[in-house]
């Protein structure tokens, strides 16, 4: 079990580009949550899933943002028509179903729009 | 969305013991109290959590208010190591809002 992984770690991309994170959650998790993180501010919840399913997306910030999980594994962030205000440190996190469980989170994908 | 209070930082002197509070004056009966911390340039950590009793692990120990409006992160003896955000997190249905947290400085 090597933990949480998130590619790429850091992303540069100029401002309209489309730009799309991965993230691999511990293998016996079911449930998998992106969040968003901004200087100075603590992670802010975006949207998760039970294994394919989609629970909760109206925290995605905008039409811009979408993701998926097509097998119940790994999981994609799209970021659409990027903007400056996109620049933050998006974080994953997996967990096993239940409310008594932790979170494992991953080191984050930096993303800066320039 | 946050339900938590914290303070915004604490200072510690190494090799001391560090109690850090949180407010949730708002929890329900079944929420679980949950600290995570969060070095520069990671993701949050697991620390602890807890229902009702108090819990101890490797890390840290948990003390949980008799009516659980409040709880407090003990870190035995603080070490550098141990500078960071601390988030005091209540389980809102499958996901955690974060509030702020409290950052900890540790004084060698």
């Known amino acids: 079990d090597t933990g949480v992984s998130q590619n790429p770690r850091h992303k540069i991309t100029k401002r309209g580009q489309n730009v799309t994170f991965r993230c691999d959650p511990i293998s016996e998790h079911n449930r998998l949550y992106w969040y968003r993180q901004t200087l100075g501010q603590g992670p802010e919840f975006l949207t998760y899933f039970q294994n394919e399913a989609q629970l909760e997306k109206s925290r995605l910030l905008s039409d811009r943002f979408s993701a998926e999980r097509p097998k119940g594994s790994f999981s994609t962030l799209e970021i659409q028509r990027t903007e400056q205000g996109d620049s933050a440190m998006y974080l994953c996190?997996?967990?096993?179903?239940?409310?008594?469980?932790?979170?494992?989170f991953g080191s984050g994908t930096r993303l800066t729009v320039v | 969305d946050a339900k938590t209070t914290q303070p915004n930082s604490m200072e510690s002197n190494e090799e001391e013991p560090v109690h850090l509070p949180c407010n949730h004056s708002t929890i329900s009966g079944t929420d679980y109290i949950h600290w995570y911390r969060q070095l520069p340039s990671q993701g949050p950590e697991y620390v602890i959590h807890?229902?009702?009793s108090n819990v101890n692990n490797r890390m840290a120990s948990l003390a949980i208010a008799e009516d659980r409006k409040s709880s407090t992160l003990i870190l035995h003896r603080a070490t550098l190591r141990d500078a960071a955000v601390y988030y005091c997190i209540l389980r809102d249905g499958n996901q955690f809002y974060f509030g702020t947290g409290t950052s900890l400085t540790v004084i060698p």
């Open positions: 996190a997996s967990s096993p179903g239940g409310s008594a469980y932790g979170y494992t």
């Open positions: 807890g229902l009702t």
